[in-house]
C-alpha cells in the first residue's frame, strides 16, 4: 500500500515541476519586460533614445554617465573635454567671453580612449557644434593604440549603436538609478549641475592640499608626469586627427597642453624631454593641418607654472592658473573665429 502510494506520487512529480517551472519561467519573463520597459520609458540615464517620459537632466551623480544627458542638452552648443587636468575651466566664464554656449564633459581619471568617445558622442549630438576645447595631457602620447583604462567607463552610453545601449542597460546600476529618476520626475531630487562644472578647490583643501609649507615641500621634488614612449609614434594624435576630420568645418577646435608645475617637466637633455617635446608636436600638427583650430601649450616653464600657491600637486592647479588658461582659450576661439570670416 505504502509503496504503492510513493510510485504513484514519484510518477506525477516530473509534469507537476515542469508546470511549475513553465509558470516561473513565464512569470520572471513579464516580470523582466515590464521593469525593462520602465527603464526604456523613464530614461534614467536622460539618453534620450526609447524614452516615453521626457524630463532633461539628471539627479546628481558622477560625470561618467551624467554626461550623457549634458552632451546632448540642445542648450550648449560648445563643449571642454578632458580629466581633471581641464577640469577647473569654468564653463560659464568661456562662454561669456567667446558667445558661445559652453558644456564641460570633464570626467577625472579618464585618458584619450574615453574621451574620443566623449568628442564624437558631442558632435553626433548636435551636428555642427560652435567650439570643442580638447585636453591632450601626458596620457595622450602613451605608445599603446589601445591604451590601459585607469578606471572603468560606460562605453555602451555613449555609442552609436542602439543595440549596443540597450545590452548596456542590463545591469543593476540601472535599477539602482531608476528610484532617483523617479524622485527627479516628482521634484524631489537634486539635479546634477546642468554644465557640468565641477571646482576641485574645496576638495583639494578638505584633504589638507592648501597648506603652502607642506606644498612648498612635495612641488619643489621633481615629478614624473611625462609617458614613458621612446617610439616617437604617438597613436592617439592620429586618432585625434581623424575624428577632428569628421567635424564640420566651421567648428572651432583648440587643443590644450593643460598646465603642469615646473618640477613637473622633465629635465632637458633626458629622453622623456625628447618624448616630452616629440609628443607636443606631434598634436601641434594635427592643429597645423585642420582649419579653424588651434594649439596652446601650457605645458612649459613659465612663471604661472612656478608658483607654489598656483598648485595643489605637479598637474592640479588652481583658479587663477584657469582664469589665464580661459582667457588664452577665448582668444583662440576669437582669432580662428575671424580667420575664417576673412
Known sequence: MNSS??????????AAWRRFNGV?????????????????????????????????GVPAQGPRTANASRGR????DSAIIGNSHMQLLMPERLSRATGASFVSLIVPGTGPREQ????????????????LVIGVDGRWCAPEPVPPLAHPFPFWLY??????FLRGLLRYDTLERLQNRFRQL???????AADGYWNYERDYA????????????????????????????????????AALAELPSQTIVVLVRPPTFATGLPKAGTPLAKTEADCTDAFARVAAVRPRTAFL?????????????????HTHYRRPVAERLEDDIAAAIHGASAVASQ
Open 297 to 313: 601649450n601650457w605645458r612649459t616653464d613659465r612663471p604661472e607654472n612656478r608658483r607654489v600657491e598656483n598648485y595643489f600637486d
Open 5 to 14: 502510494t510513493s510510485n504513484s506520487d514519484e510518477g506525477s512529480d516530473p
Open 159 to 164: 555609442d552609436a549603436s542602439d543595440l549596443t
Open 24 to 56: 516561473f519561467a513565464g512569470a520572471a519573463l513579464t516580470v523582466f519586460v515590464f521593469i525593462y520597459a520602465i527603464v526604456l520609458a523613464v530614461d534614467p540615464y536622460d539618453a534620450g533614445r526609447f524614452v516615453v517620459v521626457t524630463k532633461h
Open 206 to 241: 578638505a584633504l589638507g592640499f592648501d597648506k603652502i609649507e607642506s606644498l612648498r615641500e612635495r612641488l619643489a621634488q621633481d615629478a614624473f608626469t611625462t609617458v614613458e614612449n621612446h617610439s616617437g609614434v604617438f597613436p592617439a594624435a592620429d586618432q585625434l586627427r
Open 116 to 131: 574620443l568617445v566623449l568628442i564624437d558622442y558631442f558632435a553626433r549630438q548636435h551636428r555642427t557644434p560652435n567650439a
Open 73 to 76: 542638452d540642445p542648450a550648449f
Open 186 to 192: 516628482a521634484g524631489r531630487q537634486t539635479l546634477a
